[in-house]
């Protein structure tokens, strides 16, 4: 069975930090793009951040470089998500997916193979 178990969401005020975790199982992790994505109400899913099955090239949209950085653990079969400088327009659900792409960066959601069920992140001004 796969799944993907996002964890690390909650309540933090603007300025802060969150680290975000995406725990994986049941399929090959290293042969898979990870990308995370956030969804506020009322708007539809963002691409946020994105990193390659290798773990060697990584797409950020523009609200979130230079605060936002994505890593993986092949070894642990997980994804993290370190927020800095956190916004009050950060704040959203936060989902991981994951694509089958051994090599390259894809960063539309509708070619995700697999999600997660999401984690809240408010950021309070």
């Known amino acids: 069975e796969v799944q993907l178990v996002e964890s690390g969401g909650g309540l933090v005020q603007a300025g802060g930090s969150l680290k975000l975790s995406c725990a994986t199982s049941?399929?090959?992790?290293?042969?898979?793009?990870i990308g995370w994505f956030r969804q506020a109400p009322g708007k539809d899913r963002e691409g946020v951040a994105f990193i390659d099955a290798g773990g060697y090239n990584t797409h950020y949209t523009d609200s979130v470089k230079d605060r936002f950085a994505i890593s993986r653990d092949n070894a642990k079969n997980t994804v993290y998500l370190q927020m800095n400088n956190l916004k009050p327009e950060d704040t959203a659900v936060y989902y991981c997916g994951a694509y089958f792409l051994q090599a390259g960066i894809a960063t539309q959601a509708s070619l995700y193979n697999y999600w997660g069920q999401g984690t809240q992140v408010t950021v309070s001004s």
């Open positions: 049941g399929f090959t992790f290293s042969d898979y793009q």
